[in-house]
């Protein structure tokens, strides 16, 4: 019976559904312009109404559909995709807030623009995208007639200073919430009303991360006295909590506990989100020790998020591992709670910091002091860099408030769409041509380049051949003068040993005969000629070793050129009339006049001196 029922209320329903559609569209007056049917829609959808998607397809079929990029699609786009913002539709919201900009475009309108354009950084402010959203604030607001649309301003300049708060430049967020409540103060409509209350809260919220608790507190007291007068639960929920936060920070507890029950209080009497309360609670218990209550308040903590969710979560890991560690002694169970949290959350943030304290205590308890220590001094290095980031954070603030006071100035400026659109594409058209211009001339160069290294490389090569064909040459011509100069050498030796054979025959001054006839042969003239034909082949080499070494005698000299030519002590012998061991002789003094360390060094030193020559 029961299978009937279902399967009779599933085949109706469509027909049901399609019926209170059909009703709701038959509640609208004849002749509503779109203007004041978007209204509607979006009071529809603010109660949380089932006829808003029923709504919202006629709404498209009458105005969208006809004329896509009109301002009544305008309309619609706006709203789907601050429906999709709210949803978490991320995607969805920022391809409809896309097609509102395209008719913005064409509809060339100011207001509409800046409201497009806080959209879509209202979606990136909502995806944690800060700078991208205050770029977008920005843009909104230097196209906004922020006289003639103060609301819209006031909204603008408050997401701005709440986009700065998030990233921690506070003085610069303050600013902004000034200049919020300055334009809100222009404005007394519940929208209005509502935008100022939430700004005062969120300057408390600042108040109160820059250690101005006092100034917080009255905020937040303040707040409570709006809510009661304009009957805001929500708001007076939030400043109690607030509250409780401040109170607890100086230990003030019972102060804070009283705060925290009104807090509570508001969340079961209009069904608030109760995780913040909980947290506090948390706070509150451990530091009075209460650990049943502590674990009450744990387990519905963890009824918040599924056993994958908790595994990652600090708050559930840190409580957890405290009730594990000093109440049932479960040390072990308390230290992977932690781990596995500190695996899964960044290390250097406030949140690892903690979990690195708290292990540190459950290794104290369990008696692990090294590992204790380890884990303390590890969190002391955390909070540390996490000081210096904080530190050099407000100096940077310090110069984005000044950057603001300037950038205020400057915000009457307008800036229309269309043109901006207009300018960036033929910005993009004349860079592209650019591009390709530049990469044609780098191919050519290129070429042109290619070409020359080869033409050059060809050159090389062949200056290279010309050089080896060179020294071949000059190699092949040193040894035939090497072979001249040792045939006349013998030669002339040959008959000097002729001319002393026959002069033995002489008996009566043999010895003043040979002088006379050394003297013949090595006289002055034939060493000169043997230069002069040197000097020929080598340039420079004898000039050069002159100037360098001015004590080298003529003798030396001779010895000197034929070392370089190559000549063995056999053949030097032979060619100036010594001996062998006259010429080792004569090798070293020239040695030591020349500064070298032995005689084998002689041959490689000139052969330098001989390729050295010009």
């Not at 209320?9 to 203007?35: D, F, R, T």
């Not at 780098?442 to 010309?466: C, I, N, T």
């Amino acid at each position: 019976m029961r299978t009937v029922v279902a399967f009779f209320l599933i085949c109706i329903a469509p027909y049901s559904a399609h019926a209170n559609c059909q009703a709701a569209i038959k509640k609208i007056p004849v002749g509503w312009e779109a203007g004041r049917l978007i209204s509607h829609i979006v009071e529809v959808d603010a109660k949380g109404e089932e006829d808003v998607d029923c709504l919202l397809s006629y709404y498209h079929q009458l105005f969208v559909k006809p004329a896509p990029l009109s301002l009544e699609a305008q309309y619609y786009y706006n709203h789907i995709a601050n429906r999709s913002t709210r949803s978490g539709a991320y995607d969805t919201a920022m391809h409809y807030a896309q097609l509102a900009l395209r008719c913005d475009s064409l509809l060339a309108d100011s207001f509409y623009l800046s409201a497009d354009l806080g959209l879509l950084a209202n979606i990136h402010l909502s995806q944690g995208e800060f700078e991208t959203a205050i770029d977008y604030y920005q843009r909104s607001l230097r196209v906004l007639d922020k006289e003639k649309h103060p609301a819209n301003a006031l909204s603008m300049f408050a997401n701005l200073g709440i986009a700065y708060s998030r990233t921690a430049f506070y003085e610069t967020a303050l600013q902004y919430f000034q200049k919020a409540m300055q334009y809100g103060e222009k404005v007394n409509t519940p929208y209005a009303r509502r935008s100022r209350t939430v700004t005062r809260l969120n300057v408390g919220i600042v108040n109160k991360h820059q250690g101005e608790l006092k100034a917080a507190i009255e905020v937040f007291s303040s707040l409570i006295d709006t809510a009661r007068q304009y009957e805001y639960p929500y708001l007076s929920y939030l400043a109690h909590l607030n509250i409780a936060k401040v109170y607890r920070s100086i230990e003030r507890t019972e102060l804070a506990q009283s705060h925290l029950d009104t807090a509570l209080f508001w969340v079961g009497q209009k069904g608030l989100a109760p995780g913040p309360t909980l947290i506090e609670s948390l706070f509150l218990a451990y530091e009075a020790k209460e650990w049943e209550r502590l674990n009450a308040l744990l387990e519905k903590y963890g009824a918040q998020y599924t056993l994958e969710e908790r595994a990652c979560d600090p708050g559930w890991a840190i409580w957890k591992s405290r009730i594990l560690s000093h109440t049932e002694n479960k040390y072990q169970k308390a230290l992977e709670l932690l781990n596995n949290a500190i695996a899964c959350n960044e290390r250097y943030s406030d949140e690892g910091s903690e979990l690195y304290e708290v292990r540190s205590e459950v290794y104290q308890l369990a008696g692990e002091f090294r590992q204790a220590l380890e884990d303390f001094t590890q969190a002391a290095a955390i909070r540390d860099s996490l000081t210096r980031r904080s530190n050099l954070r407000i100096l940077a603030d310090m110069t984005t408030s000044q950057r603001v006071k300037e950038y205020q100035d400057q915000l009457l400026k307008k800036e229309a769409e269309q043109r901006w659109l207009k300018k960036q594409q033929a910005y993009m058209r004349f860079l592209t041509s650019c591009l390709a211009v530049i990469l044609i001339l780098l191919s050519v160069l290129f070429y042109f380049f290619r070409q020359r290294m080869q033409l050059r490389k060809q050159m090389l090569e062949d200056r290279q051949q010309q050089l080896e064909d060179q020294n071949q040459a000059k190699s092949a011509e040193l040894s035939l003068q090497k072979k001249r100069l040792l045939a006349q050498s013998v030669q002339a030796n040959r008959l000097k040993a002729r001319v002393l054979e026959a002069c033995e025959k002489y008996r009566r001054n043999p010895d003043m005969l040979k002088r006379r006839v050394e003297m013949a042969f090595n006289a002055t003239p034939r060493w000169e000629n043997f230069l002069l034909e040197f000097n020929d082949n080598f340039p420079g080499f004898i000039a050069q070793l002159q100037s360098a070494y001015p004590n080298i005698s003529q003798r030396q000299f001779q010895y000197l050129v034929l070392i370089a030519l190559g000549f063995t002590n056999q053949e030097i012998g032979e060619v100036l009339y010594v001996t062998q061991g006259a010429v080792e002789k004569a090798k070293a003094r020239i040695a030591e006049t020349l500064q070298l360390d032995n005689t084998r060094q002689l041959s490689s030193f000139l052969t330098k001196w001989l390729y050295k020559a010009p």
